[in-house]
């Protein structure tokens, strides 16, 4: 079925991060298994530190929100340095949806990321609004090392079921995405891969990505001191 296309230039996209309030909901639980539930939550604070700080070094083009989980979370300080709303009811399918649609419709494109990846750059965002700004009815994806994806960006009106269809949390999830897509006859770019957090094993990776790095923000540099002193401490 053709589906709705966006309008033919972008002059500014929405940036939806989804995060968790850590005092309403359970955050990094599987990391919380090996390290301990105080250690993970730090992990996340510090990793929504870079995120926030991401954002706000991002030129006027993007323009920012935070996605909160929790509807009740919408009055916590750790939100306020940003725009901020409910993603709304329902499984992840039907919030990605009810996100990438407010954004759509007041942006006319929208980029959509977590607080799993706290080593992404203002660079890649700035690439994918460009990607967007040229192919508006296309979509862009960042593939992660899991199987999932860390970013998901588009212009074009995407249904629904398209989202709800996907299992979230698997080593399948971008492969049903992408199918879900092509079904729709929607063009995909594909962004280099990345990782993303979620257990212990994934922390030594990410502490080599940002050592790796020759310029990051001064949040990353917190986080990376956090998983050095973590490591030494294993």
């Known amino acids: 079925m053709p589906i709705e296309r966006a309008r033919l230039t972008i002059d500014q996209v929405g940036l939806g991060i989804f995060a968790k309030t850590a005092a309403l909901s359970p955050v990094k639980t599987r990391l919380a298994a090996s390290i301990g539930k105080a250690e993970a939550e730090q992990f996340y604070h510090l990793s929504v530190l870079a995120i926030e700080q991401l954002a706000l070094a991002l030129p006027n083009a993007i323009r920012p929100y935070w996605a909160v989980a929790e509807a009740e979370g919408l009055d916590q300080p750790q939100w306020k340095k940003l725009p901020h709303f409910w993603t709304g009811d329902g499984d992840l399918g039907a919030r990605l949806h009810q996100v990438y649609s407010r954004l759509r419709k007041n942006h006319g494109a929208a980029i959509l990321i977590g ?100 310029t990051l923000l001064s949040a990353q540099k917190q986080l990376l001191d956090w998983l050095s002193r973590t490591a030494s401490a294993t």
Not at 125 to 139: F, G, I, M, W, Y
């Open 115 to 214: 607080t799993d990846s706290p080593q992404l750059t203002p660079s890649l965002l700035e690439d994918t609004q460009k990607r967007l700004a040229q192919d508006p009815t296309s979509v862009v994806l960042g593939p992660c090392s899991d199987g999932g994806f860390y970013l998901f960006a588009g212009g074009v009106d995407i249904p629904q079921s398209c989202w709800t269809s996907v299992t979230y949390s698997e080593n399948t999830t971008l492969r049903q995405l992408s199918y879900q897509l092509h079904q729709l006859n929607v063009k995909i770019h594909f962004l280099a891969e990345q990782q993303d957090v979620d257990v212990v094993e994934d922390l030594p990776r990410l502490q080599a990505k940002l050592a790796a790095e020759k």
